[in-house]
């Protein structure tokens, strides 16, 4: 039974009712998430025409609206429709040959095994994000690595003067010997 069938189905009681909202709302955000990393967050919305993106953004307030009225049969009803209003921007963008998130990304392990993954901006974090990665993964836009760049003045200074530069870990290991055949620590 979907959203549809319950809005029609007035002898369901208000617990099942509320059961069955909580079910579609989780349905709706699936759906949501899928538009995000298809599209972009945000970014449906202004690939359509105003008229219908305000539509959109009124059904979305619709479903807010009921959603906090605490009424089930009013929130299923608005569910339904937000869901239709996601696949009716999807059918329209695509309609108009509107490019779809492609992320373009570069990955590497940090020390601890954690993959890191560079992409250009926000859109494309949020779809390698919700890309469902089972990894340890952590997700920098670009803005944010030169940001991170920036805090290393001597960083960017070997950069600029010595081409061909790598960073490497620098480790700092006590030879055995020291230990061994050292002072002794005076306390």
Sequence with gaps: MNATDTITDRSASKEELTKRSIFEL??????????????GVGRLPLLVADDLSGRFFSQHRKTSRALRSGDPQDSLEQIARMMNA??????????????????????????????????????????????????????????????????????????????????KLAKFEMPDYFWEYGDEIPF
């Design 26 to 39: 989780n349905r709706l955000d699936a759906l949501a998430r899928d538009m995000e990393r298809k599209w």
């Design 86 to 167: 996601w696949r009716r921007l999807d059918a329209e963008a695509e309609r108009l040959g509107a490019k779809t998130i492609s992320p373009v990304s570069i990955e590497t392990n940090l020390s601890d095994g954690t993959v890191m993954v560079i992409v250009r901006d926000r859109d494309e974090a949020a779809a390698v994000l919700n890309g469902g990665d089972s990894r340890q993964v952590r997700v920098f836009m670009a803005s944010e690595v030169a940001r991170l760049i920036e805090c290393v003045p001597g960083l960017i200074e070997t950069k600029r003067t010595r081409s061909g530069a790598t960073i």
